[in-house]
Nanobody, 120 residues
Framework: QVQLVESGGGLAQPGGSLRLSCAASGSRFRINAMNWHRQVPGKQRELVAG???????NYADSVKGRFIVSRDNAKNTLYLQMNRLKVEDTAIYYC??????????????WGQGTQVTVSS
């Protein structure tokens, strides 16, 4: 099993920035794709940004040009740099990772979520 712990959420003003982190832990695992999702109460969870183990990235249209997803494979950590924040970016942000072990076993883990609030 792989555990994910997010950090870095909080309150920001419109036009401001926040950086989210997601650290993975476990034993003898290899992480493949890692993604950030967000959810507003009453709405479906949506994919915000993703990155493969090779570094290829993809973004939702709503965050392109403002958010940057990156990862440090040596530290098994995923990041989301959020710039030019908008009120509509307010949500709970979740990281997600697809992983495999030598057994072999594959799985998907989710973080507990971190609140991002954009407000003046």
């Amino acid at each position: 099993q792989v555990q994910l712990v997010e950090s870095g959420g909080g309150l920001a003003q419109p036009g401001g920035s926040l950086r989210l982190s997601c650290a993975a832990s476990g034993s003898r695992f290899r992480i493949n794709a890692m993604n950030w999702h967000r959810q507003v109460p009453g709405k479906q969870r949506e994919l915000v940004a993703g990155i493969t183990s090779g570094g290829s990235t993809n973004y939702a249209d709503s965050v392109k040009g403002r958010f940057i997803v990156s990862r440090d494979n040596a530290k098994n950590t995923l990041y989301l740099q959020m710039n030019r924040l908008k009120v509509e970016d307010t949500a709970i942000y979740y990281c997600e990772a697809d992983w495999m072990t030598p057994e072999p076993a594959v799985g998907r883990s989710w973080g507990q979520g971190t609140q991002v609030t954009v407000s003046s």
